[in-house]
């Protein structure tokens, strides 16, 4: 390359370097863009190689060498399996009783004009907008004044809660777009409304509640500042974590974190090649 | 089945009732609960007693307001910073993406499946002593011999930055790819240079991208704690610290309690002030 360049007249090599800025300056917003992935996507890196790490002692903040004990071993750091499955059922549970109550508004906002309307957004609108550490402040004064004791119950609660809200945003956001005719189309063939449904909305409308219910999901097995309110001596993924920093986490923690944001990744990646792979289909 | 006939009216509210049912009895009345707790006096030893006590308000103010004004300024400094990073983040993805701009989106969400807390420890590992970054800061002399980034201000306010970013671009990205592309075709067809295109077009365009992702992002900023405690010290400790501390550790409930108030006050006059002077002139504008 600077062999050939020495070769060129003066004049080329000027329009050579001419060229090669304006490539930088054309190009600026990719490289900017690649900058902020690779900020966004170190960390990640780290949770991952960390998992992988082989400590000397309790502090897993210093590369020592290349194990697959932790992953391997995940079970051998006491309470943290007990953490992850109270973690789960809870994601489990809150994700469906939320996932039915929040449809069920959304399709109530979506479908009729009724009195209370933008009262109804309020409170829907409202959980998303104060600050995590208030809901579960006030969620444990309420517990504290009628002396409910916390525990697992009192951390499903909570999280229905805060789930209820992304359920309605994510599921009318879907349903606005929904082709009414379709039911209209149902109904002329006679069935009645049960039946249009269960056999035409329902399955129409089921990707938007499966993205709801994924996305309380999601919610609630990250959930840390309101389930450390409400928690008790109940303990959760987040919680184990908490705990462990104090002390120094074991890489376990990285393996886990590691596994769930591969198999969330995973889901992502297959609904993206599933669209594209369909895209293609249609055009 | 006849009696909805008879009374369709009915419908949307029985729809409604069990949802709204939970989040009046979970999340408004626990307001009440909190609201009435914030006006008692007390200790947790002899019981606590509902005072009027409008002085917890007071004394928080006096004796918080520097975590108070830290929180405002931290998140304040992250929700620009966040802006910043992915307002040409999203715009690229959303006017060059072509067809793999959900791959792109990915791979801003696909981190934040990572667990809250521990992607803030990855940054504990990263800014550490031990870790390069310090140590090549070190060397080119930008960070003194014993130069620290863990423990500072710059740390926590980086740790928001990065835990909040998806709710700063994924609005911004929604706005911006929902431009019609032919509007800057027009821009460009009147002689407008690209810079006047995107001031005139794409940024006014963008605006409601900008307006949502600015209270997601900052409205979560000023209430965390996670980032103060684990990236800082108490020196850089926010208002949640207090919040929780005196919650959870110090059982100070009345004085938790009004901090609380306070805090949700405070993020909502700033944001009726910013949706005044953004909002409503230059969106319907």
Redesign the interface.
């Known amino acids: 390359m600077s062999a050939s360049a020495e070769a060129l007249p003066l004049p080329a090599r000027r329009t050579g370097l001419r060229r090669s800025l304006a490539f930088a300056r054309r190009n600026v917003?990719?490289v900017?863009?690649i900058l902020?992935?690779a900020?966004?996507?170190?960390?990640?890196t780290?949770?991952v190689a960390?998992s992988f790490n082989h400590p000397a002692g309790r502090f897993?903040?210093?590369w020592q060498g290349f194990t697959f004990d932790n992953w391997r071993y995940w079970d051998a750091v006491p309470g943290l399996r007990s953490a992850l499955t109270v973690s789960l059922e809870v994601a489990l549970l809150a994700s469906l009783i939320a996932t039915?109550?929040?449809t069920?508004?959304a399709?109530?906002l979506v479908?009729?004009r009724?009195r209370g309307r933008s009262t109804?957004n309020l409170?829907?609108f409202?959980?998303m907008?104060?600050?995590?550490?208030?809901?579960g402040?006030?969620?444990?004064?309420?517990f504290?004044?009628i002396d409910q004791a916390q525990g697992f119950n009192t951390i499903l609660?909570?999280h229905?809660?805060f789930d209820?809200?992304f359920v309605?945003v994510t599921v009318k956001a879907r349903l606005i777009s929904f082709d009414r005719h379709l039911e209209e189309a149902a109904m002329d063939l006679g069935a009645n409304e049960?039946t249009t449904f269960m056999r035409v909305t329902l399955p129409l409308i089921a990707p938007a509640i499966l993205a709801g219910a994924l996305l309380a999901f999601?919610l609630s097995?990250?959930d840390?500042?309101i389930t450390?309110?409400v928690a008790g001596t109940t303990v959760t993924?987040?919680l184990f974590?908490?705990g462990a920093?104090r002390v120094g986490?074991p890489p376990q923690?990285?393996v886990i974190?590691?596994a769930?944001?591969v198999v969330?990744?995973a889901l992502?990646?297959t609904n993206?090649l599933v669209?594209?792979h369909r895209?293609k289909g249609d055009a | 089945?006849t009696f909805l006939h008879r009374h369709r009216?009915l419908?949307?509210?029985l729809?409604?009732v069990?949802?709204?049912a939970?989040?009046?009895v979970?999340?408004?009345?626990?307001?009440g609960?909190?609201a009435h707790?914030s006006l008692e006096s007390g200790t947790i030893e002899f019981g606590y007693a509902f005072t009027w006590a409008w002085h917890n308000y007071a004394d928080a103010i006096t004796t918080y307001h520097t975590q108070l004004v830290r929180s405002l300024e931290y998140a304040g400094i992250a929700t620009v910073a966040a802006l910043l990073?992915?307002y040409?983040?999203a715009?690229?993805?959303a006017f060059?993406g072509g067809?793999w701009k959900?791959?792109?989106l990915?791979?801003?969400?696909?981190?934040f499946?990572?667990?809250?807390?521990?992607?803030t420890?990855?940054?504990?590992?990263?800014l550490?002593d031990?870790?390069v970054v310090v140590r090549v800061l070190r060397d080119i002399g930008v960070l003194g011999a014993d130069g620290r980034l863990l423990a500072t201000s710059t740390a926590v306010i980086a740790g928001i930055t990065?835990n909040f970013?998806p709710f700063m671009a994924l609005p911004l990205y929604v706005s911006l790819e929902q431009i019609d592309a032919r509007m800057l075709e027009a821009a460009k067809d009147l002689y407008a240079s690209p810079a006047r295109t995107f001031l005139h077009v794409t940024l006014p365009l963008s605006l409601p991208g900008v307006v949502a992702g600015t209270?997601l992002t900052f409205?979560?900023a000023?209430?965390d704690?996670?980032n103060a405690q684990?990236l800082g010290t108490p020196e850089q400790y926010m208002i949640?610290n207090v919040?929780?501390s005196k919650?959870?550790e110090l059982t100070d409930?009345p004085a938790?309690?009004a901090l609380?108030?306070i805090?949700?006050a405070v993020?909502l006059v700033l944001?009726a002030v910013y949706a005044r002077a953004i909002g409503t002139e230059k969106l319907t504008g």
């Not at chain 1, 900020?39 to 990640?44: G, Q």
């Open positions: 917003l990719t900017y863009a902020v992935f900020y966004l996507l170190v960390p990640i780290v949770v960390f897993n903040y210093v039915a109550l929040g069920l508004i399709l109530a479908r009729y009724f109804t409170l829907v409202l959980p907008a104060t600050p995590e550490i208030v809901l402040a006030s969620l444990l004064t309420l504290l004044t609660i909570a229905i809660m209820i809200s309605v049960l999601a097995v990250d840390f500042v450390n309110f993924f987040p974590v908490w920093a986490a923690v990285n974190g590691t769930i944001f969330a990744v992502m990646l993206i669209q594209n895209a | 089945m009216w419908t949307p509210y729809l409604l069990p949802g709204l939970w989040l009046a979970f999340f408004v009345v626990p307001l609960f909190l707790q990073l992915s040409p983040l715009y690229w993805i060059r067809r959900n791959l792109y990915l791979f801003i969400i696909g981190p499946f990572v667990t809250y807390l521990i992607r420890l990855a940054w504990e590992t990263i550490s031990q870790g990065y970013l209270l409205i979560p000023a209430g704690f996670i684990l949640g919040i929780q919650f959870l409930y938790a309690a609380s108030f805090l949700m993020i944001v």
